[in-house]
């Protein structure tokens, strides 16, 4: 019986970095900033999860061009996707969170990291 591995688990590379690099630091540094846009432009929370997929197909393919990765595989797409839906969902509370609290001063405060409340009357 084989031990199940987190590595082999989350990345097909024989490298971390390359893992760190492409699903991390590039598709969830667009998924974040995805997640601002959609925050920015007013838009509800589930688009998130309609970009997060789109960005997951490529961060799937720039693994597949650059490091040799497999392109059509359903079990790293979703990692990816996942990678990317987090990241995403980060962007868009925080931006959500500012646009609560400076937009709506006079009904809002700030209650900790990326929330907000109702001021007391």
Not at 10 to 36: D, H, K
Request: charged share 15%; net charge positive.
């Amino acid at each position: 019986m084989t031990a199940f591995s987190i590595p082999e688990f989350l990345y097909e590379e024989g490298s971390f970095g390359v893992f760190l690099l492409v699903s991390i630091v590039l598709g969830g540094g667009a998924a974040a900033l995805a997640g601002r846009a959609i925050a920015a432009t007013w838009r509800p929370w589930w688009q998130v999860l309609v970009y997060s997929f789109i960005l997951g197909a490529a961060v799937r393919f720039i693994h597949f061009s650059l490091f040799e990765g497999t392109l059509l595989s359903a079990h790293y797409y979703l990692i990816d996707s996942a990678v990317c839906m987090a990241f995403g969902f980060l962007g868009f509370r925080a931006a959500r969170a500012g646009q609560m609290i400076k937009q709506y001063r006079w009904l809002n405060e700030p209650a900790g990291f990326m929330r907000w409340r109702r001021k007391s009357p």
